[in-house]
């Protein structure tokens, strides 16, 4: 590649991961003011209210219960409040018994990790506890016996999170899973137009594409569910935000028919890799309903905005009454987890029937009886691509 052409791609990406960077700042804004406010009110509380002196544990537990993650706030409360509470009790039991120094603190927080992964402690409790532990040692020795003015701190610090939380500054649960489900819904769509496009065209290469693409939905995937559990727990525990429990709820709803969608088209994608590469004849009805389903993927979009109204759907027609002809696509099989890739899609919101697309990659899955595929492109039988490994 020209020296020019490698400047002009590096500043590109530059500008592309700086441009992705300030959006995901401006993303996670909330969550740093709360942060932000946490912390000072916690101390304050913790000093001018309680009269602790020093109530580092109050500002910390407060950020690590609000995190950057946003997500299962009122059990990460839960969990470093006793993490807190576990921590400074043992650390402060064994400083007294062996005092402090190097080998005193990592006695202490082995001890500290052992005993809660004994009691069962999730690895944020586990953390937490060994933290606490460790700070005690080295900051706060105790002179006087044992005292729970830290664990008061700790508890101040969870209980002004969880109000910021979810009483003064709530998130919008509803923008926030509307925000994660558009790259879904829009990767999806994309990648079914990349894979009735591949089969139209009859490019190998397009359709190992297709399924790379497919295989990068699940970052987005990911981030969905974890915007459905924030969304419907905030929805509940939040009282200005409950009047969108039900629409958050509908975005659960198709949820669970595009996790289904997103896992099976990936299959789909593979069947037309192998229907591809072996040669076989694709009828063209199938990548036609294949688009078809694209089109019914990215009308959910409106669909959900509009909070499930039927009359608000971009195509009523389900796909399967435009393109299924008696005996047109009834002969053969269709590969597996096919049909759950488009009853996915379509369940999720019009309910549209998939029944055209019980064909798709059906010259994909003939074998002859020895398992061994067909002729390849270049007419050598049982040639198969090792290229794309058979992961869901």
Same mark, same amino acid.
């Given at each position: ?8 791609? !590096?500043?590109?990406?530059? %500008? =592309? ?25 916690a101390?304050?509380? +913790?000093?001018?209210?309680? #009269? ?11 950020? /690590? ?9 009122? =059990? ?11 921590? /400074? $009790? ?11 120094g190097?080998?005193?603190l $990592?006695?202490?927080? &082995? &001890?500290?990790?052992?005993i ?19 700070? $005690?040692?080295?900051l ?13 701190d700790?508890? /101040? ?6 109000? &910021? @939380? ?22 999806? +769509? #994309?990648?079914?137009?990349? /894979? ?7 490019? &190998? ?36 935000? *409950?009047?969108?429990? @039900? ?24 069947? +037309? ?12 009805? $199938? ?19 509009? #909070? ?21 696509l009834? %002969?053969?099989?269709?590969?597996? #987890?096919?049909?759950? !890739?488009?009853?996915?899609? !379509?369940?999720?919101? +019009? ?6 697309l =019980?064909? =798709? ?5 003939? *074998? ?17 691509? !090792? ?6």
């Amino acid at each position: 590649m020209p020296p020019r052409e490698i400047l002009e791609t !590096a500043a590109e990406r530059s %500008r =592309t991961g700086f441009r992705a960077r300030v959006d995901r700042l401006l993303a996670l804004r909330r969550t740093l003011l709360q942060a932000s406010l946490s912390a000072g009110v916690a101390w304050a509380i +913790a000093t001018e209210a309680v #009269g602790h002196p020093k109530p580092f544990f109050a500002p910390v537990a407060a950020m /690590i219960v609000l995190g950057l993650t946003v997500g299962q706030r009122l =059990t990460r409360a839960i969990e470093v409040a006793l993490g807190v509470t576990l921590g /400074i $009790v043992l650390g402060d039991l064994l400083v007294l018994a062996i005092g402090s120094g190097a080998w005193q603190l $990592v006695a202490v927080t &082995l &001890l500290a990790m052992s005993i809660t992964v004994l009691l069962g402690g999730s690895p944020l409790l586990v953390q937490q506890t060994a933290v606490s532990a460790a700070l $005690v040692v080295t900051l706060q020795p105790p002179t006087g016996g044992l005292s729970f003015a830290r664990s008061v701190d700790g508890l /101040i610090g969870c209980a002004v999170a969880l109000v &910021l @939380s979810y009483l003064v500054l709530p998130v919008d649960p509803l923008r926030l899973v509307r925000r994660e489900a558009e790259p879904v819904l829009r990767e999806l +769509a #994309g990648v079914l137009d990349d /894979i009735a496009a591949a089969l139209a065209g009859g490019t &190998l290469e397009d359709a190992e594409r297709a399924l790379e693409r497919a295989r990068a939905i699940d970052v987005h995937a990911q981030r969905f569910s974890e915007a459905l559990v924030i969304g419907r727990q905030t929805a509940v525990a939040a009282p200005s935000r *409950r009047r969108e429990r @039900s629409a958050v709820e509908l975005y659960a709803d198709a949820g669970v028919q595009l996790d289904l969608a997103v896992r099976n088209v990936r299959v789909l994608a593979r069947g +037309a890799i192998r229907a591809l590469d072996v040669g076989d004849r694709v009828p063209p009805q $199938v990548p036609e309903a294949i688009r078809q389903l694209g089109e019914a993927v990215a009308s959910l979009r409106p669909w959900l905005r509009a #909070g499930g109204d039927r009359g608000a759907r971009a195509d009523e027609q389900p796909v399967g009454e435009r393109h299924h002809r008696p005996g047109a696509l009834d %002969r053969g099989r269709p590969p597996p #987890g096919h049909g759950a !890739a488009a009853g996915g899609g !379509a369940r999720a919101g +019009a309910r549209r029937d998939d029944r055209a697309l =019980t064909a =798709t990659g059906r010259a994909a899955d003939r *074998r002859d009886p020895s398992g061994r595929g067909g002729r390849g492109r270049r007419g050598r039988p049982g040639r198969r691509r !090792a290229c794309c490994p058979a992961r869901p």
